[in-house]
């Protein structure tokens, strides 16, 4: 599914942005930045500002701690 595909390119590439998203994946940027918001609400991603654009959305992996 693209979905899966968005966490794995997250995954693997974090911190990056929608339109990097939509250009790996040949997606259109809305479905990207769909994706990214969806992924974020379930808190698999976190939405980071960019410091030098605020239109620019940065999706990152959150860390989690392993004991």
Request: aromatic residues 2%.
């Amino acid at each position: 599914s693209r979905t899966v595909s968005t966490v794995l390119f997250v995954g693997e590439n974090a911190p990056t942005s929608a339109a990097d998203i939509a250009r790996a994946l040949g997606q259109p940027h809305q479905l990207a930045t769909q994706r990214v918001d969806l992924l974020t609400q379930l808190g698999i991603f976190e939405r980071i500002s960019d410091p030098d654009d605020a239109r620019r959305l940065i999706a990152d992996t959150p860390l989690t701690e392993v004991d």
